[in-house]
């Protein structure tokens, strides 16, 4: 499986990025696609995920009301739909996906098999 991750770039505060993440290879509509992201001098976090092919969505509180994850199995991609940005939401932004990974996991990167490479997102003040 690979992830392409794509749809970042500089932003003033407040304004909306969408990013997209469209994997290759692997039966995408039942596995788990997460975002997360890594900010300067900082650990990668867990920004939000799509549990397999549930519905179910889960967020970082940081981001609750301001950033949406959507996906579209039959273009194999995932969407990080983010608005109300904020300084602090600077980063570069992965998606890794996994078939294997529990609900109760999902925020756990180790948990992800599968990373794309990346994508710099820049909200300036």
């Known amino acids: 499986v690979q992830l392409q991750a794509s749809g970042g770039g500089l932003v003033q505060t407040g304004a909306s990025l969408r990013l997209s993440c469209t994997a290759s290879?692997?039966?995408?509509?039942?596995?788990?696609m997460g975002w997360f992201r890594r900010a300067p001098g900082k650990e990668r976090e867990f920004v939000a995920a799509s549990f397999r092919n549930s519905g179910t969505t889960v967020y970082h509180d940081s981001v609750k009301g301001r950033f949406t994850i959507s996906r579209d199995n039959a273009k194999k991609t995932v969407y990080l739909q983010m608005n109300s940005l904020k300084p602090e939401d600077t980063a570069v932004y992965f998606c890794a996906t996994s078939n294997r990974i529990i609900y109760s996991s999902l925020g756990n990167q180790n948990q992800y098999h599968y990373w794309g490479q990346g994508t710099q997102v820049t909200v300036s003040s």
């Open positions: 290879g692997g039966t995408f509509s039942g596995w788990t």
